[in-house]
């Protein structure tokens, strides 16, 4: 039963973040989704931006104090193993869904591009993007990263394997593939809003910093092989 139960959890945690995957998309791009990124300033200036900062910081913190080895360590002896990584993806979905319903926008625009080729062309570039990001997660393992992997390894009995160190694809060209994706998410936007700014800003420099302490993790002799580092594996 409790392996049955871990397997249940496993999915309603990767269907959660689906929806999340697939909101993001519109929020961030300021398609159909009731929030968004881009809009008219609802709060004061400094209030909207403590609130945006705070969002922000909450999903670094999150994002990447979970994925440290020490972290995993000390959170697999309350969280069953076979569970982690699913719980590291319902919560950091849930930091998601609280930016998604408490971003603040702020107002006012950096770059507008105008209607016609040039703007089919950057949200289409944004579109890649997405299934740049999504493409290079089946890459390295989609099921492991995302937890799916673990918890049906546990419902049939079976030792979980770590992902394999490999350099598939775009791997074999691009030491960072999957950052790629997400820095075309975060700037090819045909409406560049400051809030949005702000956003890809803060968004570029957690990346460039979580990418250090990835590889470092990779090449300490002590750490060990996960499916939360395979993510980031140099080439």
């Not at 579109?127 to 099921?143: K, N, P, Q, R, S």
């Not at 990263?145 to 598939?168: A, C, I, M, N, V």
């Amino acid at each position: 039963m409790s392996r049955l139960l871990t397997l249940i959890y496993g999915v309603l945690c990767y269907a959660v973040f689906l929806a999340v995957f697939v909101y993001a998309i519109g929020f961030i791009g300021g398609f159909v989704t009731p929030t968004s990124l881009d809009g008219p300033p609802t709060r004061p200036l400094g209030e909207a931006l403590a609130v945006d900062f705070g969002l922000l910081a909450l999903f670094a913190l999150q994002h990447s104090g979970m994925a440290r080895p020490a972290f995993k360590r000390w959170w697999t002896r309350i969280v069953p193993e076979s569970a982690e990584r699913s719980t590291y993806v319902l919560v950091s979905s849930l930091a998601m869904i609280a930016l998604f319903v408490l971003w603040q926008p702020i107002g006012g625009v950096v770059w507008r591009v105008s209607e016609g080729p040039a703007r089919t062309v950057v949200v289409g570039l944004y579109l890649f993007g997405w299934a740049l990001l999504l493409y290079t997660t089946f890459l390295i393992d989609h099921f492991d990263l995302f937890g799916l992997k673990q918890t049906w390894r546990k419902f049939r009995g079976q030792p979980y394997l770590s992902p394999r160190f490999h350099t598939p694809s775009l791997y074999r060209l691009v030491r960072h593939p999957l950052y790629i994706g997400w820095l075309t998410i975060f700037w090819y936007a045909p409406v560049m809003t400051t809030a949005h700014l702000l956003f890809a800003a803060m968004t570029t420099t957690y990346i460039l910093i979580a990418i250090q302490l990835e590889e470092r993790d990779l090449v300490t002799p002590s750490a060990k092989p996960t499916s939360t580092t395979a993510a980031a594996r140099p080439c």
